[in-house]
């Protein structure tokens, strides 16, 4: 599933070829978009929002899109060949210039204007968004105090925009354990790993490739999402990986450097980008 800053990127994308552009036509392999009465509509704007893309238009119609592990947004200059078949195009926008797809994307739908939606309406606060309130996701951690921190920073409805790798990365860096209920961690180690994953995904806005660390580990640019097995660059220590979550998403970490009984707070590996 893509993490918070692709889709940035991915809707920033698009919004350039686009945004401001009249909608020439549209079309959908879904059927409840047949009819979307689109064409001549202005695109005013592509925006993300947590793990979530919109396109908004001037009648106030918006199309809500969500990757989840088998979406995606191309863009294409009109007339170029398509990557993948029109069958899994569930909508297309196309313009003077460009033709923007969305492939195979488990949410596609488009909402009237002033239509909620439930979806969007229960994300905690975006760590990509200025505004983010990081004491409102923190009184949203708290409500699910039982609950592992490596699920818990993974809910979108607690704080959007973590995925497996920031998750994985983050806590290895702010040496917490991902296993531990979050009653365990204190609001300063909280705050902590928020502020570090708004700052990674900041960083990484502008980069195809993900990084973590500034320092050359051969071709690694993580410290350890899938690295399992490997040697910890910190410790030594074989990095290890397990299922977290009714989903059984992967959580990488290193079981010598995250242990819960270890209270050196001040680790920081050297040559991370904090």
């Given at each position: 599933?893509?993490e918070?800053?692709?889709?940035?990127r991915?809707?920033r994308t698009?919004n350039k070829?686009i945004?401001?552009?009249?909608?020439r036509?549209?079309?959908s392999?879904?059927p409840?978009?047949?009819r979307?009465a689109?064409?001549g509509?202005?695109?005013?704007?592509?925006r993300?929002?947590?793990?979530?893309?919109?396109?908004d238009?001037d009648?106030?119609?918006?199309?809500?899109?969500h990757?989840?592990?088998?979406?995606s947004w191309?863009?294409?200059r009109?007339?170029?060949p398509?990557?993948?078949?029109?069958?899994?195009?569930?909508?297309?926008?196309e313009t003077?210039?460009?033709?923007?797809v969305?492939?195979?994307?488990p949410?596609?739908?488009l909402l009237a204007?002033?239509?909620?939606s439930p979806?969007?309406?229960?994300?905690?606060?975006?760590?990509l968004d200025?505004?983010a309130?990081?004491?409102?996701?923190?009184?949203?951690?708290?409500?699910?105090?039982?609950?592992?921190?490596?699920e818990?920073?993974m809910?979108?409805?607690?704080?959007a925009?973590?995925g497996n790798?920031?998750k994985?990365e983050?806590?290895?860096?702010?040496?917490?354990?991902?296993?531990a209920p979050?009653?365990s961690?204190?609001?300063?180690?909280?705050?902590a790993?928020l502020?570090l994953?708004?700052?990674?995904?900041k960083q990484?806005?502008?980069?195809?490739?993900?990084r973590?660390t500034?320092?050359?580990?051969?071709s690694s640019?993580?410290?350890?999402?899938?690295?399992k097995?490997?040697?910890?660059?910190?410790?030594?220590?074989?990095?290890?990986?397990?299922?977290?979550?009714?989903?059984?998403?992967s959580?990488?970490?290193?079981?010598r450097?995250?242990?819960?009984?270890d209270g050196?707070?001040?680790f920081?590996p050297?040559?991370?980008?904090?």
């Amino acid at each position: 599933m893509p993490e918070g800053d692709t889709i940035y990127r991915a809707a920033r994308t698009l919004n350039k070829a686009i945004g401001g552009k009249v909608v020439r036509g549209f079309r959908s392999a879904l059927p409840e978009l047949e009819r979307a009465a689109l064409e001549g509509r202005t695109v005013e704007s592509v925006r993300a929002r947590g793990k979530n893309l919109l396109v908004d238009f001037d009648d106030g119609q918006r199309l809500h899109t969500h990757m989840m592990m088998e979406g995606s947004w191309h863009v294409y200059r009109v007339g170029e060949p398509w990557q993948r078949r029109e069958s899994r195009a569930f909508a297309v926008i196309e313009t003077e210039d460009w033709v923007a797809v969305c492939f195979d994307a488990p949410i596609c739908k488009l909402l009237a204007p002033g239509e909620r939606s439930p979806q969007l309406d229960a994300l905690g606060p975006d760590l990509l968004d200025p505004e983010a309130d990081l004491d409102e996701a923190l009184r949203r951690l708290r409500q699910f105090e039982t609950l592992p921190l490596g699920e818990a920073v993974m809910r979108q409805h607690l704080v959007a925009g973590i995925g497996n790798v920031y998750k994985s990365e983050v806590l290895f860096l702010e040496r917490l354990d991902p296993f531990a209920p979050v009653s365990s961690v204190t609001d300063e180690a909280l705050r902590a790993a928020l502020k570090l994953a708004r700052k990674l995904m900041k960083q990484n806005v502008g980069h195809a490739r993900m990084r973590t660390t500034r320092r050359r580990f051969g071709s690694s640019r993580l410290w350890v999402y899938g690295r399992k097995n490997e040697p910890c660059f910190e410790c030594g220590s074989r990095v290890d990986m397990r299922r977290q979550g009714e989903q059984g998403r992967s959580t990488y970490f290193c079981p010598r450097c995250q242990r819960s009984e270890d209270g050196d707070e001040g680790f920081r590996p050297t040559g991370s980008m904090t």
